[in-house]
């Protein structure tokens, strides 16, 4: 079952000749990150810089995901995004978050047929905590994103411990 040994008829049994790092490789690569996505706290573009500050206490999340008025992927805050807003002059109440949020085309994506590497090596690569699955739709001929989940380091520590548990 783990791959190592494999069985003919009249042959018996042999080694396949598989090294266990390549085992480990191999798992995550076939788990998909439709498998492992978690639910994403999503935004609308003019919602105020304070209720997005609201919102990732509330749903205890670190990156708010946000949607144009056509629910499509318009941009994303991070934590510190956010404190940076907060520690300067700007009144927060008035200012949507549309302003200060990193916008599409700067967001890095996953689909939820990527392997669970592919997110991993993203999140890494490009020094983030999160990344938005998405679905592209063709809307009046331009490419549009849905958001249908998230993974971040979060989900990846979560799937490592669980492909280490004995
Ligand atoms: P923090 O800013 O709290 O350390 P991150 O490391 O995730 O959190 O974010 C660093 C910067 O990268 C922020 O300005 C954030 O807006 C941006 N960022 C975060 N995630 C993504 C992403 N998936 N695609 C593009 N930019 C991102």
């Known amino acids: 079952m783990l791959g190592i040994l494999e069985a003919r008829p009249r042959v018996g049994y042999f080694f396949a000749g598989k090294d266990p790092k390549n ?3 191999e798992k995550m690569n ?3 990150v439709d498998k492992i996505k978690s639910v994403p706290s999503v935004i609308k573009e003019d919602t105020s810089v304070y209720d997005a500050i609201v ?10 995901f946000i949607t144009d008025k056509d629910g499509n992927l318009a941009g994303l805050v991070s934590r510190k995004d956010l404190l940076k807003t907060a520690i300067g002059n700007a009144d927060i109440h008035k200012m949507p978050i549309g302003i200060v949020m990193t916008r599409m085309p700067n967001i890095i994506t996953v689909t939820p047929e990527e392997s669970a590497y592919d997110a991993a090596r993203k999140i890494v690569d490009h ?3 999160a990344l938005p699955v998405v679905k592209a739709v063709t809307e009046n001929d331009q490419e549009k994103y849905k958001i249908v989940g998230k993974v ?3 989900t ?4 490592f411990v669980e492909l280490g548990k004995t």
């Open 127 to 129: 020094q983030i905590d």
């Open 55 to 64: 919102t990732l206490f509330l749903t205890d999340v670190g990156t708010l």
């Open 30 to 32: 076939d788990i998909k």
């Open 152 to 154: 971040t380091k979060t």
């Open 23 to 25: 085992l480990i490789s």
């Open 156 to 159: 990846i520590t979560k799937l």
